[in-house]
C-alpha cells in the first residue's frame, strides 16, 4: 500500500490494483496489473482525474507502474 498524500491510497489486494480515498473508500480506478491494456487505461482514468492533485497524479502514476512492472517480470 501506498499513501498519495493526505486523502488517497493505492493498494494491490489479490490480482487488482485499486486507488481509493482513503476515508470513503470511494475507487477512482481498479485494474488488474498483469494486463497491458487494463494497465494503460488505468493511467488514462488517473491522468482525466479531478480529484487528485497534480502530485498525487504523479504518484499515482509512479506506483500503477510499479505494480505493473511487478506484475509481469518472472
Not at 11 to 34: A, C, D, M, S
Request: glycine residues 6%.
Amino acid at each position: 500500500m501506498a499513501s498519495l498524500g493526505e486523502d488517497w491510497l493505492i493498494q494491490q489486494i489479490g490480482g487488482e490494483v485499486i486507488l481509493f480515498h482513503r476515508y470513503t473508500e470511494e475507487e477512482v480506478v481498479k485494474f488488474k496489473p498483469n494486463n497491458p491494456d487494463a494497465a494503460a487505461k488505468a493511467q488514462k482514468v488517473i491522468h482525466d482525474d479531478r480529484r487528485l492533485t497534480d502530485e498525487e497524479k504523479c504518484f499515482a502514476h509512479f506506483w500503477s507502474g510499479y505494480f505493473y512492472a511487478h506484475s509481469v517480470s518472472v
